[in-house]
């Protein structure tokens, strides 16, 4: 389901085509996702890369790992670590993970980058984490302050070069008792749905609501990383990480441009274990997020 952030009560602001869902809405200061059945307060998004994974369900946890290839919109791939990231380094330079980079490259922790020079890998670590730049550009480290933020369509489509974004909520999903929770503003349909489920990232003919609380564990903003990339999501105020799957698109440039800030809608799972509760926008609840290889297992780290 395509979203798109609004600013105070919503409506639905349009619609892109995605092969699932609709449009969705997301107020500036909710925590929930509006789908075509409504609209207030939440937002999300997605597009392409690939994984698989199981959920406990219940517990609210899941673990999984990445597989096949799928695709969406985006500007960015969802493979986050540069050609055969699973390489010993067998070659006869040791190039490792970046066995085959003929440019600079993500780490498949998103830590550094680096590329193979003279059967060599030649190594930088990123402080801030590493940002995936659409092909054919290299990647970089991101910097401390944002230089790239814009947000001029329905939805962003361009990670921004510093990592954070202001966290918000929406979706279907298990809370920590297992208890599994609604979304009254949102129809809990991704725009990333079938990649899920050709993935095996959701129980094979799942329904949008089962395939979301079967993941537990997800995002917006796939047109920015890529349909299914793998998200290591942080706060920086209490260090606590979660690995989650981009599996939506959104949220809007409407409410983006109010706080003058990229945002990340993450499934509410998911500001419970970050934040102790869900946020909106106006709570400026900051998030790090950086790409991490499709194959992290989803879920608390």
Not at 112 to 135: F, I, K, R, W, Y
Request: proline letters at 5%; a negative charge.
């Amino acid at each position: 389901m395509n979203r798109v952030l609004c600013v105070g009560p919503c409506i639905v602001a349009c619609a892109v085509a995605c092969g699932v869902g609709g449009a969705h809405n997301s107020g500036v200061d909710g925590g929930g996702g509006g789908g075509p059945e409504g609209g207030s307060s939440g937002s999300s998004g997605s597009s392409g890369s690939s994984g698989s994974s199981t959920s406990s369900g219940s517990s609210g946890s899941s673990s999984g790992s990445s597989s096949g290839s799928s695709s969406g919109s985006g500007s960015s791939s969802g493979s986050s670590s540069g050609g055969d990231a699973g390489s010993s380094g067998g070659d006869a330079g040791g190039c490792g993970e970046f066995t085959g980079d003929t440019q600079l490259t993500c780490s498949g922790d998103g830590n550094s980058l680096g590329d193979c020079v003279g059967g060599m890998a030649d190594v930088t670590a990123c402080p801030n984490g590493c940002l995936h730049e659409p092909s054919p550009q290299a990647s970089i480290c991101m910097g401390t302050t944002v230089t790239n933020f814009s947000c001029t369509g329905s939805y962003g489509t361009i990670p921004v070069n510093d990592g954070n974004y202001y966290i918000t909520s929406f979706g279907c999903y298990v809370d920590s008792s297992g208890t599994v929770q609604t979304d009254p503003d949102d129809n809990c349909i991704p725009s990333c749905l079938s990649q899920a489920l050709a993935a095996g990232l959701c129980p094979a003919g799942s329904s949008g609501p089962a395939c979301e609380e079967a993941i537990n564990w997800y995002t917006a903003d796939g047109a920015r990383f890529g349909c299914l990339a793998r998200l290591r999501v942080t706060n920086p105020a209490n260090g606590k990480s979660v690995i989650a799957v981009a599996l939506d698109f959104g949220p809007g440039c409407s409410g983006e441009n109010t706080v003058s800030h990229a945002v990340l809608d993450s499934s509410g799972r998911i500001d419970d274990y970050l934040f102790g509760g869900e946020e909106g926008a106006s709570d400026k609840a900051l998030v790090h997020v950086v790409q991490v290889d499709d194959s992290t297992p989803l879920g608390p780290l």
